[in-house]
């Protein structure tokens, strides 16, 4: 079932691997095959341990197993079973004091009770009413919590200060991407829409919208590169960037944006901390490399230090989120609670992923940084999903897929911080003690023999 589970969600990846890595048709179904088989164990981690323990008082062993293995379990791209409740904001709010474990917890939770009750024996029904009254409390209580943050996020908004900000989508292919002969044009149409940018005070690329190679401590944009801004307005673009000699060992090449004032006076840069594999690194490349017929990989970005903001005047501190570090929730938290960043900006390149159903994912499991750090999540995307997310985890506005196109919303800077934000994954971490406890009782223990 795991296994199923990832190769229909995940079915885009083997086309991902083999544009990424330059492999053969067969042997990115080889490594996308390990791929679904080591995400899919996870499954039958969590059938073993529910074989072996049962379902417990209320039922709840297979919630506190779920959570612990969703917590843990090392993952490609993040997911969680709560992300299946992305378009039911009322039940997701939690998510500001317990991040989505909580709704993962609840769900896994009403299944489990479900199941009990309706294989369980005549003799138990009153047992099991009870059981599941209990739960419909609960869940009420999460509803009626989510339908209160709703109203009260919803006034913070209107009183924090605004923001204009035009995310620009030139909709690139990934066959003109990285293509020589399309550099000059890919950079021109990026120009030619940021020129219609009307009363924008932070205009926005995507992630490697300038293909050159950009020097770490450049201080001047060049002037072909430079759009026509408003004097009082910025440019946040993404780019390539390398440190050191370009010829020399000591060269090191990053993931980057770098934020500009309106005369492409460089003010600031960022990045990114985790790198994505099979993209910006192929994990076990040195040992790959060495098999026949695999090409050469070089050594791939370097991750960044931070979590450092992109600041304007007035108070506003974006967080940039490079590509899939929107989908970290440690990653969004640090930014809000190191660095007091009022702003969550996402700059990424999903052409990647081809018109499949990958970008719409990514946009939906991104969502949840919304919530849980109540800030404002703007997405700019080369091909799509370009979108603004509210507070709330609403998708307010968005862009259509693989066409260019110039996103202007205005954005509230809330201040402040949730309790997931100041305590990060206590629950987790509590339903993971819990589950140790639990395997601890059921580990049968040896008896000494009689004498």
């Known amino acids: ?19 990424f890595g330059g492999y053969s048709y067969s042997l990115s179904a080889l490594i996308f095959t390990l791929f679904i088989a080591g995400s899919g164990s996870s499954f039958a981690l969590f059938a073993f341990l529910v074989h072996r323990c049962g379902f417990g008082p209320l039922n709840l062993f297979p919630a506190f197993f779920w959570v612990a293995i969703e917590f843990l379990y090392p993952s490609l791209f993040p997911w969680h079973l709560a992300n299946s409740q992305s378009q039911f904001p009322t039940l997701i709010q939690s998510s500001d004091l317990i991040g989505p474990y909580g709704t993962s917890f609840l769900l896994m939770w009403v299944n489990a009770t479900l199941y009990s009750t309706i294989f369980s024996g005549v003799k138990a029904v009153r047992i099991k009413l009870r059981e599941v009254a209990i739960l419909i409390a609960l869940c009420v209580a999460a509803l009626l919590y989510g339908h209160l943050r709703l109203r009260t996020v919803a006034t913070d908004m209107q009183k924090a200060p605004a923001l204009t900000v035009a995310a620009i989508q030139d909709g690139i292919d990934i066959k003109r991407k990285w293509d020589i002969t399309y550099m000059e044009s890919n950079l021109r149409a990026y120009l030619d829409l940021t020129r219609s940018v009307k009363n924008a005070r932070l205009v926005v690329w995507p992630e490697s919208a300038v293909e050159a190679w950009v020097p770490e401590d450049i201080q001047q944009l060049p002037q072909e590169v430079l759009p026509a801004l408003k004097p009082d307005s910025f440019l946040i673009f993404g780019a390539r960037s390398f440190r050191g000699n370009p010829r020399g060992p000591d060269l090191k090449a990053f993931n980057s944006v770098f934020l500009t004032d ?25 040992l ?46 640090a930014f809000v609670a190191q660095t007091a960043a009022n702003l969550l900006v996402n700059f990424t390149n999903d052409a990647w992923f081809g018109d499949t159903v990958g970008p719409w994912q990514h946009a939906r499991l991104a ?36 066409s260019p196109g110039v996103l202007t919303a205005e954005v509230r800077t809330l201040e402040g911080q949730t309790l997931y934000v100041r305590f990060g994954d206590w629950f987790a971490w509590v339903v993971t003690f819990a589950s140790l406890v639990i395997l601890a009782q059921k580990i049968p223990t040896k008896k000494k023999a009689a004498p």
């Open 367 to 402: 969502q949840w940084r919304a919530i849980e750090t109540r800030r404002y999540l703007v997405r700019v995307t080369n091909t799509g999903i370009t979108s603004i997310i509210d507070p709330k985890g609403e998708m307010v506005q968005s862009l259509p897929t693989f």
């Open 1 to 19: 079932m795991g296994m199923v589970t990832h190769l229909v969600g995940f079915y885009w990846l083997n086309y991902t691997i083999k544009v």
């Open 288 to 333: 790959l490399s060495k098999l026949p017929g695999i090409p050469s990989q070089v050594e791939g970005f370097t991750p960044g230090d931070g979590p450092r903001t992109l600041d304007l005047p007035g108070g506003v501190k974006a967080a940039p989120l490079i590509c899939y570090e929107d989908l970290m929730p440690n990653l969004a938290r």
């Open 262 to 286: 309106s005369q492409g006076k460089v003010l600031d840069h960022y990045h990114k901390q985790v790198l994505l594999a099979f993209g910006e690194y192929i994990p076990f490349a040195a």
